[in-house]
């Protein structure tokens, strides 16, 4: 079975690679942004009046909520 060499990439074909490159890059900024956009408008979620932290040490533990 025969293998064909790798031939070097031509201009052209790197030129592509790099503008298809450029337009992701675009595209992930510009997504980055409308997600960080929309995260900062949505309402924070509620907070609890109280935090409560409960630790056990092998026992049963019963809390009333």
């Given at each position: 079975?025969?293998?064909?060499?790798?031939?070097?990439?031509?201009?052209?074909?790197?030129?592509?690679?790099?503008?298809?490159?450029?337009?992701?890059?675009?595209?992930?900024?510009?997504l980055e942004?409308?997600?960080?956009?929309?995260?900062?408008?949505?309402?924070?979620?509620?907070?609890?009046?109280e935090l409560?932290?409960?630790?056990?040490?092998?026992?049963?533990?019963?809390?009333?909520?």
């Amino acid at each position: 079975m025969s293998t064909r060499a790798a031939r070097k990439a031509t201009g052209f074909r790197r030129f592509e690679r790099w503008l298809v490159g450029l337009g992701f890059a675009v595209m992930a900024f510009v997504l980055e942004k409308v997600v960080m956009r929309s995260l900062r408008k949505a309402e924070p979620a509620e907070k609890p009046e109280e935090l409560m932290t409960r630790i056990s040490r092998g026992g049963e533990v019963d809390v009333d909520l």
